[in-house]
């Protein structure tokens, strides 16, 4: 009698039917033994491909080509806008990005302090959002070639299920003082539940080792 058999195409990684007349049980056998084969690759592509996938993400870069980044030798980083449940870590974020900026040593990191008195003077009235004017002052008065601002989207641990994890998303821009245009932004979101952690188990990584990743990739788009 004619059968179907599965046969795995390696080049285009597809099940494809192939008639056939099989006569024997033996041979029947061996179709049904192709058809879980197949099923089994499958479905192991698929897992594999969110392994891969779903571990964070970067969003899209600017820079202005235009900019010579070398110029900047000081840089005051404005307070964070928080857009997450957690009041303190805007400021959190903002202490973190600052000290691996400063490891850097490309550019010297203005003190929170100071950056405080120089808002105070300038009356900036929305710190975490200057205005261009607001920058151009700000940059005369601190002695600064950029000011940077940034918005923390999501901080803090997210459960799906029985899963739980810890994850960081941040956008950051720069603004040239000379001018109050931005030359550079970029974002990142690191963390999260992955398939692993659904499969399983396990918390995800602690809230600074996330930080740290969010804020590396950050340093990489901007250094890059």
Do not use: H
């Not at 980044?69 to 005051?76: G, H, L």
């Not at 870590?89 to 973190?96: E, F, H, M, P, W």
């Not at 405080?116 to 700000?138: F, S, W, Y």
């Amino acid at each position: 009698m004619a059968l179907k058999k599965w046969t795995i195409n390696p080049f285009k990684r597809t099940c494809v039917f192939i008639m056939t007349d099989f006569t024997d049980q033996s041979m029947r056998k061996g179709t049904l033994m192709s058809m879980i084969r197949c099923f089994l690759l499958l479905g192991w592509v698929l897992v594999i491909g969110t392994l891969l996938s779903g571990c964070g993400g970067v969003g899209q870069t600017y820079k202005n080509l235009n900019m010579n980044f070398a110029a900047v030798q000081s840089i005051a980083v404005m307070p964070f806008e928080n857009l997450t449940s957690d009041d303190d870590a805007a400021a959190r974020v903002r202490d973190a990005f600052m000290g691996m900026l400063q490891a850097t040593e490309a550019m010297y990191v203005l003190p929170p302090g100071e950056v405080q008195r120089g808002i105070e003077r300038t009356n900036v009235r929305v710190p975490e959002a200057p205005t261009a004017d607001e920058v151009k002052t700000l940059g005369k008065i601190l002695n600064v070639e950029a000011v940077l601002t940034g918005v923390l989207r999501e901080y803090g641990p997210v459960r799906s299920g029985q899963s739980e994890a810890n994850i960081v998303s941040l956008s950051l821009q720069m603004m040239e003082t000379e001018t109050g245009t931005v030359v550079w932004s970029g974002a990142s979101t690191q963390g999260g539940i992955t398939l692993s952690d659904r499969m399983f188990g396990g918390g995800g990584e602690p809230m600074n080792k996330v930080t740290e990743k969010a804020v590396n990739d950050l340093l990489d788009q901007l250094f890059e």
